[in-house]
């Protein structure tokens, strides 16, 4: 309890506290006996040390209860994606001593500090939601407020229709143009997933991404998108659409999937199938700073290796995540995009207009170029025009669209673009 107020004092950070209360342990007892029953416990204490992190706090309020303190999290979206990871880690059954026994759990959520400051109306507030969530299924959880638990529906809603996506076919590329600031010329795309639903409708990335990160399933997504690009790609140099371009193809690869597989050789398999077009010269692939966060070493490896087999590589969404000018000499960066939320103040706050002006000549002093993203008017482009910058994106210019659309655009682009100068 001490963890909550401490919470509140010293780190002034959001928390959580959670009461898991096990489905039905007085079954399980009455089943197989209260020998049985106290190993369990201690079973499904052991799971639950291994599932959170080393500085979250456990222990056991009640006979069957749990309490969990989650202190410093980032975001209250953490804890949804917390407890779908615990609700995984329980698919396995405990074996106490031969017996096989599945458990499933019933959850009450009470966040701090917006659902109290002290830790025993955070606790009374936790045992309220406990207490609704018992009333319902197994598995069921419960946030003491209430849009909290519409998003925590509508994560598990998009999950598992997520999980049918890609047998159903419903995600399909639109790529938005990058274009030379000087001449207005196109100098390549960026490729971004778009997802159909026939459930759901139309579903943004920023909706999605998080969720298929979280289940793994954002290697899969990856894999499709660079295989469809591919093809796409290989299909605009045979119309010979693309002779001109410098990065013909940008591809957003997760620091998620880093960690979970080897990009460079999933790239590299998927890009060797278009030997003739040579396509690795073609595709710039998007990192962002996390990626650098947990294991610097082996994302500069990698990178390496994609580097020396032709591939570009870009910093996106430069300056709001972990910056550090120690590591970014040492990186085989191409590119470094300039983000969206330096662009959207540029003419309205002076600093956001001297951290673009400090990208651009950091990047000049490196030899590598900028990308400034989320250009939206004329104002905005002449300012990053006057400050140096190489490549724009942005709907001033053009939106993302379909492979189709695209094409259209590179025919009629020449013609259009004079209505810009
Ligand atoms: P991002 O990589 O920073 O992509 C640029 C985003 O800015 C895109 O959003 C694009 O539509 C939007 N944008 C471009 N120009 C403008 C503009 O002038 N104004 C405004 N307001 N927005 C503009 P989108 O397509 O919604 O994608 C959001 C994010 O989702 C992307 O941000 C990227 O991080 C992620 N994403 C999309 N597709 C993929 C994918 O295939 N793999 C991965 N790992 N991430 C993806
Ligand atoms: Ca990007
Ligand atoms: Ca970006």
Request: glycine share 0%; charged share 40%; net charge negative.
């Given at each position: 309890m001490n963890a909550i107020n401490t919470g509140k004092t010293s780190y002034n950070r959001l928390g959580a506290f959670m009461l898991a209360d096990i489905y039905r342990f007085t079954y399980i007892n009455d089943v197989y006996g209260f020998d049985i029953g106290d190993e369990l416990l201690k079973a499904v204490g052991r799971r639950l040390k291994d599932i959170f992190r080393p500085t979250d706090i456990i222990g056991r309020v009640a006979s069957d209860t749990f309490g969990i303190i989650l202190t410093d999290l980032k975001d209250k979206e953490d804890i949804i994606i917390i407890l779908d990871r615990l609700r995984e880690a329980f698919e396995q059954p405990f074996n106490i001593n031969g017996n096989v026994i599945s458990v499933a759990m019933q959850i009450g959520i009470a966040i701090f500090p917006d659902n109290g400051t002290s830790a025993k109306e955070v606790y009374k507030n936790a045992d309220i939601s406990l207490a609704k969530a018992k009333k319902g299924i197994e598995w069921n959880y419960v946030f003491f407020s209430d849009d909290l638990n519409s998003r925590a529906s509508q994560f598990l809603l998009y999950k598992t229709n997520l999980e049918k996506a890609f047998e159903k076919e419903e995600f399909v590329i639109y790529y938005q143009p990058y274009f030379?600031?000087?001449?207005?010329?196109?100098?390549g795309f960026e490729a971004l997933t778009r997802w159909k639903s026939k459930e759901l409708g139309f579903v943004p990335p920023m909706h999605f991404i998080p969720i298929l990160e979280e289940s793994g399933l954002i290697s899969k997504l990856e894999s499709w998108l660079i295989n469809q690009a591919c093809k796409d790609l290989d299909y605009l140099y045979r119309i010979k659409l693309f002779a001109r371009m410098s990065i013909p193809v940008s591809i957003n690869i997760s620091p998620i999937s880093f960690k979970n597989e080897n990009v460079y050789e999933k790239v590299v398999n998927i890009v060797s199938k278009y030997k003739k077009t040579d396509l690795s010269s073609c595709i710039n692939i998007e990192i962002t700073e996390s990626l650098f966060l947990e294991n610097f070493e082996t994302a500069l490896f990698t990178l390496n290796k994609l580097k020396s087999s032709d591939f570009k590589i870009s910093i996106d969404d430069f300056g709001t995540g972990y910056s550090s000018f120690s590591y970014i000499k040492d990186l085989p960066i191409d590119y470094i995009k300039i983000d969206i939320s330096f662009v959207r103040h540029i003419l309205d706050d002076k600093k956001s207009k001297s951290i673009a002006k400090t990208i651009i000549e950091l990047a000049r002093n490196l030899e590598m170029k900028t990308i400034a993203e989320g250009v939206e008017t004329k104002e905005q482009f002449e300012v990053l025009k006057s400050l140096g910058c190489d490549i724009v994106q942005g709907f001033w210019l053009a939106r993302p669209m379909p492979i189709d659309e695209l094409i259209d655009f590179l025919e009629n682009w020449e013609h259009k673009k004079l209505n810009y100068y």
């Open positions: 030379d600031i000087k001449t207005l010329e196109i100098v």
